[in-house]
């Protein structure tokens, strides 16, 4: 069963005549679900396991172990959660510096950040739209030449497409530096034949109504060391001690993810390979759509892995094309078609304005030009195609 928008009325004239419905809004990325989705909570139901606990929570992060590779996994309630639980497992302390791109979603920063880290955002490779490899080993050295070496780097996956971890772990280990892999948009992405994030000490996974595959919300925490996993894990449970009454040696969470949505969250994992061909198959059309049009790029893929296309990101040269990239997306709208910018870098948001950081520039130019365009899986080549007409329709070359 695909995802349907809600169901728009059809106006009716005054002389009692139905007028032609609208077409419905196609979106960025709904869920995509199987039909089996209503059977699996129905079980959960059944079992009377609801909660935080129990059988699902275990088929479920061992799904999450066989689509990934990643030998232990925790089922959080979110994929900040996630990366919440990996900043507490790295002790990240008020004043530590933690460096991430500035070209991601705020999620990435902001745990660290509420935990009283000190965000420092270094730019991205305009060939791959992840972490600059060479500007975090230039920065990472005058780091340590200044004796200000940062508590951890979060390397991010960006559109379903892997950072280069190689060269960011290699860059990190030479100091020491623990990764995190912020690999929410990253699930089914492969990096040198193994899963996006392995390698990092730990990595986040998020199940979000949007992602590629979803649980309705979710996420989990996942990692090749037994003990960080079992840390988080106990941290994520309120952080109770082994007693018969309430003990706490350190405060907690209630990060436990849902029985229920650990159900559906199952079942989507087994379609991931099918939704990431989907989400290809949908990038090579849009591609092939706009061949000849000029001002019309799009993110390249790296040559270190296989991308998902989670979601496509098309850039727009203004000049070229003849409209610019907000000015497209408002076209869009008006013909009931939902896009939206790449992310605006992090540096340019009001709440770190005062963050320091290296570069910019690229994550700049992509954030005025770039756009994402509508990529489920449950969308229609019709639906597709009306995208297209309207976009080379918008074409003032």
Same mark, same amino acid.
């Given at each position: 069963?695909?995802?349907?928008?809600?169901?728009?009325?059809?106006?009716?004239?005054?002389?009692?005549?139905?007028?032609?419905?609208?077409?419905?809004?196609?979106?960025?990325?709904?869920?995509?679900?199987?039909?089996? +989705?209503?059977?699996?909570?129905?079980?959960?139901?059944?079992?009377?396991?609801?909660?935080?606990?129990?059988?699902?929570?275990?088929?479920?992060?061992?799904?999450?172990?066989?689509?990934?590779?990643?030998?232990?996994?925790?089922?959080?309630?979110?994929?900040?959660?996630?990366?919440?639980?990996?900043?507490?497992?790295?002790?990240?302390?008020?004043?530590?510096?933690?460096?991430?791109?500035?070209?991601?979603?705020?999620?990435?920063?902001?745990?660290?950040?509420?935990?009283?880290?000190?965000?420092?955002?270094?730019?991205?490779?305009?060939?791959?739209?992840?972490?600059?490899?060479?500007?975090?080993?230039?920065?990472?050295?005058?780091?340590?030449?200044?004796?200000?070496?940062?508590?951890?780097?979060?390397?991010?996956?960006?559109?379903?497409?892997?950072?280069?971890?190689?060269?960011?772990?290699?860059?990190?280990?030479?100091?020491?530096?623990?990764?995190?892999?912020?690999?929410?948009?990253?699930?089914?992405?492969?990096?040198?034949?193994?899963?996006?994030?392995?390698?990092?000490?730990?990595?986040?996974?998020?199940?979000?109504?949007?992602?590629?595959?979803?649980?309705?919300?979710?996420?989990?925490?996942?990692?090749?060391?037994?003990?960080?996993?079992?840390?988080?894990?106990?941290?994520?449970?309120?952080?109770?001690?082994?007693?018969?009454?309430?003990?706490?040696?350190?405060?907690?969470?209630?990060?436990?993810?849902?029985?229920?949505?650990?159900?559906?969250?199952?079942?989507?994992?087994?379609?991931?390979?099918?939704?990431?061909?989907?989400?290809?198959?949908?990038?090579?059309?849009?591609?092939?759509?706009?061949?000849?049009?000029?001002?019309?790029?799009?993110?390249?893929?790296?040559?270190?892995?296989?991308?998902?296309?989670?979601?496509?990101?098309?850039?727009?040269?203004?000049?070229?094309?003849?409209?610019?990239?907000?000015?497209?997306?408002?076209?869009?709208?008006?013909?009931?078609?939902?896009?939206?910018?790449?992310?605006?870098?992090?540096?340019?948001?009001?709440?770190?304005?005062?963050?320091?950081?290296?570069?910019?520039?690229?994550?700049?130019?992509?954030?005025?030009?770039?756009?994402?365009?509508?990529?489920?899986?449950?969308?229609?080549?019709? +639906?597709?195609?009306?995208?297209?007409?309207?976009?080379?329709?918008?074409?003032?070359?």
């Amino acid at each position: 069963m695909t995802y349907l928008a809600p169901f728009r009325p059809a106006a009716r004239s005054l002389d009692g005549l139905t007028a032609e419905a609208s077409p419905r809004r196609i979106h960025l990325s709904p869920p995509h679900l199987t039909g089996r +989705e209503a059977a699996a909570v129905q079980g959960v139901l059944d079992s009377g396991w609801v909660a935080p606990a129990g059988p699902a929570i275990t088929g479920f992060e061992a799904a999450v172990t066989a689509a990934t590779g990643f030998p232990h996994v925790l089922a959080t309630a979110s994929g900040t959660a996630a990366l919440h639980l990996a900043f507490r497992v790295l002790d990240i302390a008020p004043g530590d510096e933690v460096w991430a791109p500035g070209f991601t979603f705020i999620a990435t920063i902001a745990p660290a950040v509420q935990m009283g880290a000190v965000p420092r955002f270094l730019d991205v490779d305009p060939a791959s739209w992840t972490l600059d490899p060479g500007l975090l080993r230039r920065e990472l050295h005058a780091a340590a030449g200044r004796r200000q070496l940062p508590r951890a780097v979060v390397a991010v996956d960006i559109y379903g497409q892997s950072a280069e971890l190689d060269a960011i772990l290699a860059a990190c280990g030479r100091w020491g530096v623990p990764v995190i892999s912020d690999s929410a948009e990253g699930l089914g992405a492969s990096l040198h034949g193994r899963h996006a994030g392995r390698g990092a000490l730990l990595a986040a996974l998020s199940f979000n109504g949007n992602k590629i595959v979803t649980a309705g919300g979710g996420g989990a925490l996942v990692a090749d060391d037994p003990l960080l996993v079992a840390r988080a894990r106990h941290l994520a449970h309120q952080a109770k001690d082994p007693a018969p009454h309430y003990q706490h040696s350190t405060s907690g969470h209630s990060y436990g993810l849902s029985s229920l949505l650990a159900a559906v969250g199952t079942v989507q994992l087994a379609e991931l390979g099918r939704r990431v061909a989907g989400r290809r198959a949908i990038f090579d059309r849009y591609a092939a759509a706009f061949a000849d049009l000029p001002g019309i790029g799009f993110m390249p893929e790296a040559p270190w892995g296989l991308a998902t296309r989670w979601l496509t990101a098309m850039l727009v040269d203004p000049v070229r094309f003849g409209m610019d990239r907000e000015t497209l997306r408002q076209t869009l709208d008006a013909a009931g078609i939902e896009s939206r910018p790449v992310w605006k870098p992090l540096p340019d948001q009001p709440v770190f304005r005062d963050a320091p950081g290296a570069g910019g520039a690229v994550a700049a130019a992509l954030f005025a030009r770039g756009l994402c365009l509508p990529s489920g899986t449950g969308m229609t080549e019709a +639906e597709q195609d009306r995208i297209i007409a309207t976009i080379r329709g918008a074409c003032r070359a």
